[in-house]
């Protein structure tokens, strides 16, 4: 019995290919711009260009990377919005901080997970 190589049936989806651009003003971020384009490499134009921002934040245990989408048509306007797209990346991340948090101290701990033991959490 044979057992086939999952590599051997990878294929790129044609269909949805994208060129990948980065920006940056070397100083506080990047912007990446993924434009869709054809099989043959000319610009898609029935579907829309889209722009993340990145940046890091320093954090006393070193940066921490923070990455987030923008709404924007033209590159003009990524640039104009790159503080909203970060903000808003800055905010989810807190609001998920803050909900891990109140996980973690609702949870019940049990002698033994206290010894190190079963890893059941009720």
């Known amino acids: 019995?044979?057992?086939?190589n999952p590599?051997?049936?990878i294929k790129i989806d044609g269909d949805n290919l994208w060129k990948e651009e980065?920006?940056?003003?070397?100083?506080?971020?990047?912007?990446?711009?993924?434009?869709?384009?054809?099989?043959?490499g000319t610009e898609d134009e029935a579907r829309t260009a889209t722009y993340s921002a990145t940046t890091n934040i320093?954090?006393?245990n070193g940066a921490l990377p923070i990455s987030g989408e923008i709404e924007a048509t033209t590159l003009e306007e990524a640039v104009e919005k790159?503080?909203?797209?970060?903000?808003?990346a800055v905010k989810k991340l807190q609001e998920d901080m803050i909900r891990m948090q109140k996980e973690q101290a609702s949870q019940i701990v049990t002698p033994d997970q206290?010894?190190?033991?079963?890893?059941?959490?009720?």
Do not use: C, Y
């Not at 019995?1 to 086939?4: A, F, I, K, P, Q």
């Not at 980065?22 to 043959?40: A, E, F, M, Q």
């Not at 790159?82 to 808003?88: G, R």
């Open 1 to 4: 019995m044979s057992e086939e």
């Open 22 to 40: 980065h920006i940056t003003d070397l100083k506080v971020g990047n912007i990446r711009k993924l434009t869709p384009i054809k099989s043959d």
């Open 82 to 88: 790159f503080p909203e797209a970060i903000n808003a």
């Open 58 to 60: 320093m954090t006393p």
């Open 114 to 122: 206290l010894r190190g033991g079963n890893d059941i959490i009720v």
């Open 7 to 9: 590599l051997e049936n």
